[in-house]
């Protein structure tokens, strides 16, 4: 089955990094697509992060990014990353990513705080 597949999250102190991976599996293959990340807060509706063109050079930030974190993508690997600094907790969410098609992963649970 098709499928995107996240990892990456984890539990860190204001102001550490994380970075995120986001996957194709079953014969899903990023190549060409864009790609983007999403996350959603409890209680909170599902917000973009960021996205990248297929050949990676173009790049969107949501304004709450503020140069913060950086997405990039490895075509070879089929792989996108989300390399997050400066983490705040208003970061916390469980973040997804996201292609063209309907596909979405299962997400990956960031949690920031002291």
């Known amino acids: 089955q098709a499928q995107l597949v996240e990892s990456g999250g984890g539990s860190v102190q204001p102001g550490e990094s994380l970075t995120l991976s986001c996957a194709g599996s079953?014969?899903?293959?990023?190549?060409?697509?864009?790609v983007g990340w999403f996350r959603q807060a409890p209680g909170k509706e599902r917000e973009g992060v960021s996205c990248i063109a297929p050949s990676g050079g173009t790049t969107n930030y949501g304004d709450f990014v503020m140069g913060r974190f950086t997405i990039s993508r490895d075509n070879a690997k089929k792989t996108v990353y989300l390399q997050m600094n400066s983490l705040k907790p208003d970061d916390t969410a469980v973040y997804y990513c996201?292609?063209?098609?309907?596909?979405w992963g299962q997400g990956t649970q960031v949690t920031v705080s002291s």
């Open positions: 079953g014969g899903l293959n990023l190549d060409g697509y864009a």
């Open positions: 996201n292609a063209p098609g309907g596909y």
